[in-house]
């Protein structure tokens, strides 16, 4: 579970149906600065032990199911490595 | 394209030449000015203020000159025509930001009504010792345009050809005005808006996808692109490739400054602005630019009596200099003779294309008066000998 | 921009959404791993596209510096401009095209040190800028030098012994100058960033944003407080939201609390407002507002 400073459970959390989101990694853009890992509020993230083109270890997505598409990681990335899409907006756009 | 009626005030005037100057830029279609106040160019920026309202102009009085200069190249980026007027200090000030401009290719004037330095100098009396400035002031390798008027009516004139100039060529145009011209009284006619040319803003044809913001022209200069219309161009005063986009090495430094130089070096003989009397069977050529080739007048006429033979060679265009026809004059005469009211700044340039070919007299002084025409008769005398 | 609009692709998955607003051949960027100026422009470009503008609406202008670099990386007509001039430059782009809105994105040695009497001069005139400032306390492209803002006792290259100095608070002096708007969050907040660059992006006059941000290669290890990601976990620790903090509680000491919010917000007429409303009143007829600067 994400670490509970970051996320506060809503208040309707039983009524709201959260959406799903699906997270792309831009592996060799990642710095490796560990934000999105950090403050994915829904621990969807962890730092691999692999690295990429440049030396930095890109966030790896653990969880995928856990994804809300809440947007943060795609904010906080200095880098614009990483960013999540709405599910239903990926089947879309599939040929 | 003919001037703007709006800003043409035809008619016959009587003004001094700081005046005649904002008549020049409100001409020139000119609809921006920031300036700050300094003796003794602050009545140009005081009519702009007056007029600019009634024609579509925008007057600011900004923080200092750095905000000046700053300020105008940001408007002139916005697709105004724009210009602002200084003095010795304030020049000294806006010198980075003239870079900038260079760099940049931005259109602008920048008019110094020049008076005694180095520092605060004499604020109310007249020199012309920020020649070398005009031409070297910012740092790093360039080339510059600068001209000189002599009375009113050029203060008019010029402050329209400056501004054409700068359009035509993308740089900031100096207008290297004196005190004493700047105070001067005298008639100034000012033509009917059909009789002014004006050289239109280089606005790009090309469509965004292909657009590259400086990838020359034939004339070596690139075209603008307007702010807004899907160009998303990117300017910097760092050295840049055709994209605008900062390159930092070597080469890209020879290309970009490189073409800085030529588009002025390459295309001087479309800028050169000389005014040329009797120069072809001269013994003794008389060089002068601003207020010091009217001073110089009774002194020619005087040599002129005693039998001398003495042409005269006016810089209307100081920069770029006119390397190769003081080159070729050199080769026919004894002597140039060149008064200026500083110890020697643009005399250095025509030693250096004499190259010992023919002697060079500076009639020199520090500044805070013109000179006394006997000193100039003097020195002709001396070298025709 | 929506996804389906996004055609481009990097490896097989698709380009990231913002990557309309940005200058992608430019990447990567220069900033250090763990930088936080690349967080801002991110916030920025959604703020933007919150607001419903399309990159043709806005204007970027950038002086010198770490954060003088983002006119680079931002797909607008924007303008790398000299150390400290930004906002006069600024000035003049907003002034010949009040059409279009005109961000400055700079530093805070940019801003407020060799450019602070601009900034005050043109928060007083309550010129049509929106001015975001990034905070880091050093000048970071040069080394680490004593900046305007740098906290007492902390410690760069030219003040080896920890800083002496009193240091600007952004905030405060933004609003003695009279800005109309004035906000402060760290780059932790990313969502009340948005919002606020949002919010500004649709207003006039004189708008002043100011990011607290990690300079993680310079002023975090020169000052031993760890990496740009112990600085972000600092910023979630120790700032508090007050929107009616007290001139007091906007200073920043080192490693202090920071107080976060929007603090000013309020509507005076812009330069260009009061100048066209003056003029008018004054000239009647006879006063031809301002030209508008581009191709007839
Ligand atoms: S979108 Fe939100 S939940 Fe999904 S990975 Fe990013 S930060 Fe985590
Ligand atoms: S925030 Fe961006 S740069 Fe940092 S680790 Fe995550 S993907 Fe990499
Ligand atoms: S030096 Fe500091 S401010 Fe500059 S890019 Fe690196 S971390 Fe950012």
Redesign the interface.
């Known amino acids: 579970m994400p670490d509970p ?2 996320w506060r459970k809503p208040f309707d959390s039983d009524k709201v149906k959260s959406p799903k989101g699906v997270v ?1 990694v ?1 592996k060799d ?1 990642c ?5 999105c890992v ?2 994915c509020p829904r621990g969807v993230l962890v730092l691999s032990v692999e690295f990429n083109k ?1 030396g ?1 270890h890109p966030p790896e997505v653990v969880h995928p199911d856990r994804c809300v598409n809440c947007d ?1 990681c ?8 990483i ?1 999540s ?1 709405n599910q239903d ?2 089947i ?2 599939a040929p | 394209m003919h001037a703007d009626p709006k800003g043409v005030l035809t008619g016959t005037h009587y003004l001094d030449g700081d005046h005649a100057a904002a008549e020049g830029a409100c001409a020139a279609g000119c609809r921006f000015l920031a300036g700050y106040p300094i003796t003794p160019s602050t009545e140009v920026a005081e009519r702009c203020a007056l007029r600019f309202p009634m024609i579509g102009g925008t007057f600011i009085q900004m923080e200092d000159e750095l905000a000046s200069i700053a300020a105008i190249l940001g408007a002139s980026w916005g697709g105004l025509k724009t210009f602002t007027v200084t003095s010795g200090p304030g020049f000294s000030l806006m010198m980075e930001n003239i870079g900038l401009g260079i760099m940049m290719e931005c259109p602008c004037v920048i008019i110094n009504v020049q008076r005694g330095g180095p520092s605060t100098g004499l604020p109310t009396l007249p020199a012309q010792a920020d020649m070398m400035q005009a031409r070297w002031g910012s740092h790093g390798d360039y080339e510059i345009i600068a001209l000189s008027p002599n009375s009113p009516q050029e203060c008019f004139d010029l402050t329209i050809e400056a501004v054409n100039l700068s359009e035509q060529y993308r740089l900031p145009v100096m207008l290297m005005m004196d005190e004493c011209i700047g105070h001067m009284t005298e008639k100034v006619v000012i033509p009917l808006a059909e009789e002014i040319d004006i050289v239109p803003r280089r606005w790009t044809r090309e469509k965004p996808d292909t657009y590259l913001p400086y990838k020359p022209c034939d004339d070596l200069v690139p075209e603008i692109a307007p702010l807004g219309y899907g160009y998303r161009f990117h300017t910097t005063g760092l050295t840049h490739d055709q994209r605008g986009y900062p390159v930092l090495n070597a080469e890209t430094q020879e290309e970009c400054v490189g073409r800085l130089m030529d588009k002025v070096n390459k295309n001087a003989e479309n800028i050169y602005h000389l005014e040329k009397h009797n120069l072809d069977d001269a013994d003794v050529i008389l060089i002068s630019y601003g207020i010091s080739s009217r001073v110089a007048i009774p002194a020619v006429g005087k040599a002129r009596e005693d039998g001398i033979k003495v042409g005269e060679l006016r810089l209307i265009t100081v920069w770029p200099f006119p390397e190769n026809l003081i080159r070729e004059l050199a080769g026919n005469i004894k002597a140039f003779v060149m008064p200026e009211i500083n110890y020697g700044q643009v005399v250095l340039e025509v030693e250096r294309c004499v190259g010992g070919k023919c002697k060079t007299r500076l009639v020199g002084h520090a500044g805070g008066w013109v000179h006394d025409p006997e000193s100039i008769y003097q020195a002709i005398k001396e070298v025709a000998q | 921009m ?3 609009e996004n055609k481009k692709t ?2 097989n ?2 380009e ?4 309309l607003l ?1 200058r ?1 051949d430019r ?3 220069i ?9 801002v ?3 920025l470009a ?1 703020a933007l596209e919150k607001a419903g503008l399309s990159p043709d609406d806005i204007t970027i202008t950038s002086g010198i510096g770490c954060t003088g670099r983002v006119a680079g990386y931002v797909k607008v007509d924007s303008f790398h401009t000299t150390h400290g001039r930004a906002i006069p430059f600024a000035v003049g782009l907003a002034l010949s095209r009040p059409d279009l809105k005109h961000v400055v994105f700079s530093g805070d040695g940019d801003l407020v040190s060799i450019g602070g009497n601009h900034f005050i001069h043109a928060a007083r005139r309550n010129q049509n800028l929106l001015v975001i400032c990034v905070n880091n306390f050093t000048y970071a492209m040069t080394g680490g030098q004593l900046a305007p803002t740098t906290p007492v006792t902390a410690r760069a290259t030219t003040a080896p012994y920890g800083s002496f100095e009193n240091p600007f608070c952004l905030p405060n002096l933004a609003i003695s100058a009279g800005a109309d708007y004035v906000a402060r969050w760290t780059s ?1 907040h ?2 009340r960033m ?1 919002d606020t660059f949002e919010e500004a992006l649709n207003r006039e006059g004189f708008r002043f944003i100011e990011i607290i941000a990690p300079c ?1 290669t310079i002023y975090a290890r020169r000052n031993k407080l760890g990496t ?2 112990d600085l ?2 600092y910023y ?1 620790e120790n700032s508090e939201i007050k929107h009616d903090a007290t001139a007091e509680e906007l200073e920043i000491g080192f490693q202090t609390k920071i107080v976060v919010g929007k603090f000013v917000d309020k509507e005076r007429p812009s330069y260009a407002r009061a100048m066209n409303r003056h003029l008018g009143k004054i000239l009647g007829k006879k006063y031809i507002p301002p030209e508008v600067g581009g191709p007839q």
């Open positions: 400073r970051y792309y831009i853009r710095k490796g600065c560990g934000f950090e403050f440049k930095y943060l795609e904010r906080i990335c200095p880098e614009f490595a960013y899409l907006e990926i879309e756009l | 929506t996804v389906a990097i490896g998955i698709p990231h959404p913002k990557s940005l992608m990447m990567p960027h900033w250090c791993s763990r930088c936080g100026i690349g967080i422009v991110g916030c959604a932790l990313i969502r948005t993680s740009g990601l972000m976990k979630y």
